[in-house]
């Protein structure tokens, strides 16, 4: 098989910097080389050592002024949600019922999901996003849709259909029985194809009887390296209901954890409002926690804190969370997730933001055998960022010196705009037009 080579500024994390320090964290090429056959990386290097070393005839394709990284990866999203971002108003409760249910009613019709589908992945690969765990709605048709729309691009994607059994509209209801066989079906069909993965994915705790969150927990169990994903402590009244609906468990994660939802790929959304004993209880069990900035600002949900969640050994990607979240960018994530940082009196250093958004994402999905960095054998999906991409932000980083102040910059001014091309297993998938 034919490599191909591209040569940049190559960044990528080794690992998270609170563990080894910001130096040893990560790798830095300044003229770098990424090697690139059979959909994944073959070599990464300098480029001075690299070039004379490939086979004669192998394209080198030169991005000046750009910085290679790791595709993002993006822990908690709702496909379904594309077209009601940007909804006005609202806090989370009165959110779910004004905007989202309704909106979620119409993918029920699978051509219509598959549209938004499309919309959703061009608009996560616009952005450099390449993996993403995925809310779908109540339907099975809607997850079909968004799995075979990931197929096509082959894009490492996980995905489930909402179990939903009360607390919602009839029309965006299942039962417990039905939500059991139509998730089964979907696993069997999508689960482990490719580069697809299933996630039984109970909404949250109040929109499920304790029957139906009983048999989620059973099917977490059935299959080998299947995900579950909800949301966990988001809002207050949202755990005031959760107290009210489960009053016999000790509190919000012990509902899940009374049901077998909780453990290794068990990914809960949010997390803003979690006492010590619930974090404890995440970290013991390897479960995970997406922080969603944008969105937890915009619903006025909270301000997560990420030091203490991750002291208790919780394993933290980053989440948009659109249509909750105000944008797909991972870039725009991490420059709200400074000021939620901020207004706590803490830092988020910039080699940490990376490391949330490629290397941390992967750990928390227990994906870093195949992605989160550049290291051989890793799937070759990455992202070309572009040092020039506004006139301010090429102003910017003419100024910037150090690595650390350029990309603490494209942190906070980057979005998609700054994202000059997407590769998934080794393919183009989206160029700046
Ligand atoms: N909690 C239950 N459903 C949702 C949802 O769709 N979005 C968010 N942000 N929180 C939820
Ligand atoms: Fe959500």
Redesign the pocket.
């Known amino acids: 098989p034919q490599a191909k080579a591209y040569r940049a500024a190559l960044l990528h994390c080794l690992a998270d910097p609170r563990e080894v320090g910001i130096e040893r964290s990560h790798e830095y090429f300044e003229d770098g080389l990424l090697v690139v056959a059979d959909g994944k990386v073959a070599q990464i290097g300098p480029a001075a050592e690299l070039l004379p070393t490939l086979a004669a005839g192998t394209e080198v394709v030169e991005y000046p002024n750009a910085l290679i990284t790791p595709g993002f990866v993006d822990t908690h999203i709702?496909y379904p949600?594309t077209g009601m971002i940007a909804s006005y108003g609202e806090q989370?409760l009165d959110w779910?019922d004004t905007y989202?249910f309704p909106t979620e009613r119409a993918f029920a019709d699978k051509a219509h999901a598959g549209e938004v589908a499309e919309v959703f992945l061009n608009e996560l690969l616009r952005n450099g996003t390449t993996t993403a765990l995925v809310f779908g709605s109540v339907h099975k048709e809607s997850v079909d849709a968004f799995f075979e729309a990931c197929e096509k691009r082959n894009l490492r994607m996980i995905a489930g259909k909402v179990l939903m059994d009360r607390n919602a509209p009839d029309y965006l209801t299942d039962t417990a029985e039905t939500g059991y066989a139509d998730s089964k079906e979907l696993i069997e069909r999508w689960h482990g194809k490719g580069r697809l993965h299933y996630a039984v994915t109970p909404?949250?705790a109040p929109t499920s009887t304790p029957e139906q969150l009983a048999l989620a927990g059973q099917l977490f169990k059935e299959y080998p390296n299947l995900y579950m994903h909800t949301?966990l402590s988001?809002n207050r009244k949202e755990i005031e209901w959760v107290r009210a609906l489960f009053p016999e468990r000790k509190g919000y994660l012990d509902v899940y954890d009374h049901h077998g939802l909780i453990g290794a790929r068990s990914v809960f959304a949010h997390g803003v409002h979690l006492c010590d004993e619930e974090c404890q209880r995440l970290g013991e069990t390897g479960s995970a926690v997406a922080f969603c900035p944008t969105?937890n600002l915009f619903?006025g949900s909270g301000l997560f804190d990420l030091e203490k969640v991750e002291g208790f050994g919780v394993r933290v990607g980053l989440g948009t969370?659109v249509g909750?979240g105000t944008s797909f960018s991972q870039l725009q994530s991490l420059n709200e997730a400074y000021k939620v940082m901020q207004l706590q009196g803490k830092k988020l250093d910039p080699f940490k933001s990376l490391y949330l958004a490629t290397l941390g994402g992967a750990r928390a999905l227990y994906l870093d055998d195949r992605i989160g960095n550049l290291q051989p054998g890793k799937d070759a999906d990455f992202v070309v960022l572009d040092y020039q991409a506004t006139p301010l932000i090429d102003y910017r980083l003419r100024q910037a010196r150090p690595l650390e102040e350029k990309l603490f910059a494209l942190t906070i001014l980057g979005d998609d705009r700054a994202v000059k091309e997407t590769f998934a297993a080794g393919e183009s998938v989206h160029r700046k037009g």
Do not use: I, M
């Open positions: 709702h949600q989370l779910l989202t909404r949250f949301h988001e969105s619903l969370d909750a």
